[in-house]
RNA sequence: UGACCGAUGGUGUAACUGGCAACACGUCUGAUUUUGGUUCAGAAGAGUCUAGGUUCGAGCCCUAGUCGGUCAACCA
């Protein structure tokens, strides 16, 4: 029996050798490693997520820890918020680390390094040494303090230490290799003086250490098993080793740098920079704007820390460059919030239903299922009047054979409540509807038992009544950007993507009673339109919801012909096939016809006849040496040949040849191509 | 014109030391449904960047290309 083996990540694998090889299980250890300069975004949930996922799977500990060495940059408010965060996703570090904490060590261990020759006081401008530092492609030179004397880096460090020079005065620098081939060992930076306030070590230290330096010792002094960065620190991986050569003791855990791709999402953009510049330019409100990929924004959306996590999950953990769709975060989000949100009634684009033949001034209390998913989740009162808001979309005077929804002389069912029947519309002088009148069967209440109740008709609509309905603001989001990938374009800000219509506020949407307890920890479905919940924005008495993602809509797919989202999805790939060439249709073509058979296998020689009217000899001619056990592409270039031939290409040897090697062949469609070329 | 990564359906990931390319999202059918939701049943869609090679057998190994990314901050 084959046992359905849950697929691991590379990072996993890595890991279960490192097991299997003999490294202990207990002492595994990761950390997450944010710098306090930002707010976490979902990219970050990638990481956090396989960090706390590896430190749950082998029950080890994962510490968190502020890589915070850079005074000018980084606040204390990033790191509540990024702790707020990460608990809020519902994972617990094992210790609260920060690199400042180790800054003493850090310098300690940097002296030890002057000491051994292996580190110097540069005093060149940043300028100079960048010169200096050379480039990719060629090698770098010498700094001309490279063999200061030992004693002298010393004195100069120690100063610098001690506050007695400008910031930009000094470095020190490693001693690695100028010439390497790998720019991050050409003599790094360690330390640099900076004079700035730091959110923990106030003004105790002058100097401070580069993120080479800090990380790797800091992964050491914690004992770190596995270090894990996304990609573009592969090449710092060489650094990474060499710092730890200097001061590893044998007897303590080595830990080790792994890579992974960074998280990228459709229509969006992934970095604290320009995250930033979207708050800072007020095109989104602060960071936990709704419309934001922060996961405070996503938080005040509605998403829930299952959504992410399982999104993450989902999405998995590998080293190509990716852009997920954000169609998987909105399937993780409704797949979580179908089982668990409440389910209520609200009209966000009013008409007024008037029942005709219900009792004016008459009111009744109804009952509405919490949620269905859920048997044991309960009811709530809904009140039901004379005088209802239903949606304008949900009546049309005469809707035709596919619309479900209230027409003229049509049934529907109020949810939860009677089945009524369109009788007549008041218009105003602009021919808007006012009022839709209609008749209710007062036999048909949901839930009565009776036959009239049991009725099937097309369609269910959602509605409030107008006396007892509560009104609210709603914030309904769309994508934050046009494109799929806005900062994917050399020649374009991603800013020029930005969707002018991201945001739309309903000023007074009409909500049933019940909601005005709501909360902002509720999660609710307003009925047939989407997931909702309450925005921190809410006052007394004035609510505010937003939209979290609505629900899947096959109808209004339909009845819009033009899917924005797949048409501009698919329009690069067309393109991209009307410019192929047709030898590679071609070949293309050619690769599966030794699967095909009957219709299929007539249409797909046809096609490749009619690309074969695009291809030149000099084009078809190289693929005459295709291996022989590629036998649909030598089928391929057969018929492409005899289309040649036909227009008058002359019998060469090697065409000869190629014919004859296809006659002899064991394929049966081969050989009777080749045979019809003779 | 260097070094290092990477390339598998529209998208994201799988495929343990070579053995019928799998899963999820998305798309499309149909059934069920007091949400045009959910659920259920099913379908289409890649022969694994290209060309050679090794092998009984290659997405996995070898060779040569192509394309994409990363690297020259006193940022992380």
Same mark, same amino acid.
């Given at each position: 029996?084959?046992?359905?083996?849950?697929?691991?990540?590379?990072?996993?694998?890595?890991?279960?050798? !490192?097991?299997?090889n003999g490294f202990p299980k207990e002492k595994l250890r990761f950390r997450f490693p944010p710098e306090p300069n930002g707010y976490l975004h979902i990219g970050h949930a990638a990481s956090i997520c396989l960090n706390f996922g590896l430190g749950e799977k082998y029950n080890a500990p994962v510490n968190l820890r502020f890589d915070d060495t850079n005074p000018a940059k980084e606040e204390q408010e990033y790191v509540d918020a990024i702790k707020n965060d990460i608990a809020w996703?519902?994972?617990?570090w094992a210790n609260e680390c920060y690199a400042s904490d180790y800054f003493q060590q850090?310098?300690?261990?940097?002296?030890?390094?002057?000491?051994?020759?292996?580190?110097?006081?540069?005093?060149?401008?940043?300028?100079?040494?960048?010169?200096?530092?050379?480039?990719?492609?060629?090698?770098?030179?010498?700094?001309?303090?490279?063999? *200061?004397?030992?004693g002298e880096s010393l004195d100069l460090f120690e100063r610098m230490k001690n506050g007695e020079f400008p910031a930009g005065s000094y470095v020190l620098r490693a001693k690695v290799d100028m010439s390497s081939p790998n720019m991050h060992m050409r003599d790094p930076i360690l330390y640099r003086v900076i004079h700035a306030h730091h959110h923990r070590t106030g003004g105790d230290w002058c100097v401070y250490p580069m993120y080479d330096w800090a990380h790797g010792?800091?992964?050491?002094?914690?004992?770190?098993?596995?270090?894990?960065?996304?990609?573009?620190?592969?090449?710092?991986?060489?650094?990474?080793?060499?710092?730890?050569?200097?001061?590893?003791?044998?007897?303590?855990?080595?830990?080790?740098?792994?890579?992974?791709?960074?998280?990228?999402?459709?229509?969006?953009?992934?970095?604290?920079?320009?995250?930033?510049?979207?708050?800072q330019k007020n095109i989104v409100a602060s960071w936990?704007?709704?419309?934001?990929? #922060?996961?405070?924004?996503?938080?005040?959306?509605?998403?829930?820390? #299952?959504?992410?996590?399982?999104?993450?999950?989902?999405?998995?953990?590998?080293? *190509?460059?990716?852009?997920?769709?954000?169609?998987?975060?909105?399937?993780?989000?409704?797949e979580d919030l179908n089982k668990t949100a409440t389910r209520v009634m609200a009209v966000l684009n009013p008409v007024k239903?008037?029942?005709?033949?219900?009792?004016?001034?008459?009111?009744?209390?109804?009952?509405?299922?919490?949620?269905? +998913? +859920?048997?044991?989740?309960?009811?709530?009162?809904?009140?039901?009047?004379?005088?209802?808001?239903?949606?304008? +979309? !949900?009546?049309?005077? !005469?809707?035709?054979?596919?619309?479900? *929804?209230?027409?003229?002389?049509?049934?529907?069912?109020?949810?939860?409540?009677?089945i009524i029947k369109g009788e007549s519309v008041v218009k105003d002088d602009a021919g808007k509807i006012q009022e839709i009148h209609c008749t209710y069967d007062p036999d048909s209440r949901s839930g009565s038992g009776t036959a009239a109740s049991e009725r099937k008709v097309k369609g269910t609509l959602h509605w409030v009544s107008i006396p007892h309905a509560i009104k609210a603001e709603v914030r309904e989001y769309d994508r934050l950007f046009l494109d799929e990938a806005p900062d994917a374009h050399e020649d374009k800000s991603f800013l020029e993507f930005v969707n002018p219509d991201s945001l739309n506020v309903?000023?007074?949407?009409?909500?049933?009673?019940?909601?005005?307890?709501?909360?902002?920890?509720?999660?609710f479905q307003f009925q047939r339109l989407g997931y909702f919940t309450l925005d921190p924005d809410s006052k007394d008495g004035q609510l505010v919801f937003n939209k979290t993602v609505g629900l899947r809509d096959t109808w209004a797919k339909q009845s819009t012909k033009t899917p924005t989202q797949n048409q501009t999805k698919s329009k690069p790939t067309n393109q991209q096939q009307g410019q192929r060439k047709a030898l590679n249709e071609i070949q293309q073509i050619g690769k599966k016809l030794t699967n095909l058979s009957g219709d299929k296998l007539e249409t797909a020689i046809k096609s490749i006849k009619e690309?074969?009217?695009?291809?030149?000899?000099?084009?078809?001619?190289?693929?005459f040496n295709t291996a022989a056990k590629k036998v649909g592409t030598r089928i391929a270039v057969m018929l492409a040949l005899g289309v040649l031939l036909e227009k008058g290409q002359d019998k060469t040897q090697v065409v000869i040849d190629f014919i004859e090697a296809g006659k002899a062949d064991g394929n049966d469609i081969l050989r009777t191509e080749a045979e019809k070329l003779i």
């Open positions: 029996m084959k046992e359905l083996q849950e697929s691991i990540n590379f990072i996993e694998h890595i890991i279960e050798e !490192d097991l299997a996703l519902g994972f617990k850090l310098y300690d261990w940097a002296v030890d390094l002057i000491k051994v020759g292996k580190a110097y006081v540069d005093q060149q401008s940043s300028e100079e040494i960048a010169s200096q530092k050379g480039t990719p492609t060629s090698p770098g030179t010498d700094s001309p303090f490279r063999n *200061r004397p030992i010792e800091s992964d050491y002094i914690e004992q770190v098993s596995h270090s894990l960065c996304t990609l573009e620190f592969k090449a710092h991986r060489e650094l990474y080793d060499w710092y730890l050569d200097q001061i590893w003791d044998p007897k303590l855990l080595r830990p080790k740098q792994r890579e992974f791709a960074r998280r990228n999402l459709s229509y969006t953009v992934m970095s604290k920079r320009k995250l930033l510049e979207l708050v936990d704007d709704p419309r934001m990929p #922060t996961i405070s924004g996503l938080r005040r959306r509605g998403y829930t820390p #299952t959504s992410i996590r399982k999104f993450s999950d989902l999405a998995g953990i590998a080293k *190509r460059d990716n852009v997920t769709d954000v169609s998987l975060l909105e399937f993780c989000i409704r239903l008037v029942i005709t033949n219900y009792p004016e001034g008459q009111s009744e209390t109804l009952h509405l299922e919490n949620n269905p +998913e +859920e048997p044991n989740s309960g009811t709530h009162e809904v009140p039901f009047s004379r005088e209802l808001y239903i949606e304008r +979309e !949900d009546f049309k005077e !005469d809707g035709g054979k596919n619309f479900f *929804r209230l027409s003229l002389g049509n049934e529907v069912r109020l949810k939860s409540a009677y309903i000023k007074e949407a009409y909500l049933e009673p019940y909601l005005s307890h709501a909360t902002l920890a509720d999660k690309f074969s009217q695009e291809v030149t000899y000099e084009e078809l001619e190289p693929l």
